[in-house]
C-alpha cells in the first residue's frame, strides 16, 4: 500500500522561509516523477515544481522560480521542497505527489499518488 505524508508547513512572516518534506513508503522515490502542488482556497490546484525520476531539469511554476527549490534524497526516500522568500501569495496547501512520468507537464492529473498536504500561511 503507498502512503505518501508531508510535513514542514507552517505560519511564517513574508519573506521567511520554510522546507517541506515528503516521505513515502510502499513506492521508490527515486523511480517516479515527483512534484509539489499548490492549491489555496477558491483556485484550481496547481503544479509548484516537479522533477523526473532522473533529476534531469527540473520544472518550476513561474511565480517561484528563483525563490523554490526541489530535491530528494533516495536514500531516505524522502522529496524537499526548499522555499525562500515567502510571499502571502505562497499561501495554500501544499502538497506531494509521484507519478510514472510528467515529461515536462507539472500537471496534477499526470499525478497518482498524493499525500493529504501540509498547509502553508504567509502573513504580510
Known amino acids: 500500500q503507498v502512503q505518501v505524508v508531508e510535513s514542514g508547513g507552517g505560519l511564517v512572516q513574508a519573506g521567511g522561509s520554510l522546507r517541506l518534506s515528503c516521505t513515502a513508503s510502499?513506492?521508490?522515490?527515486?523511480?517516479?516523477?515527483v512534484g509539489w502542488f499548490r492549491q489555496a482556497p477558491g483556485k484550481e490546484r496547481e503544479g509548484v515544481s516537479c522533477i523526473a525520476w532522473s533529476d534531469d531539469n527540473p520544472y518550476y511554476a513561474n511565480s517561484v522560480k528563483g525563490r523554490f527549490t526541489i530535491s530528494r534524497d533516495n536514500a531516505k526516500n524522502t522529496l524537499y521542497l526548499q522555499m525562500n522568500g515567502l510571499k502571502p501569495e505562497d499561501t495554500a496547501m501544499y502538497y506531494c505527489a509521484a507519478g510514472a512520468d510528467f515529461s515536462g507537464r507539472c500537471e496534477p492529473l499526470l499525478f497518482g499518488y498524493w499525500g493529504q498536504g501540509t498547509q502553508v500561511t504567509v502573513a504580510s
Open positions: 510502499g513506492l521508490k522515490i527515486g523511480d517516479f516523477a
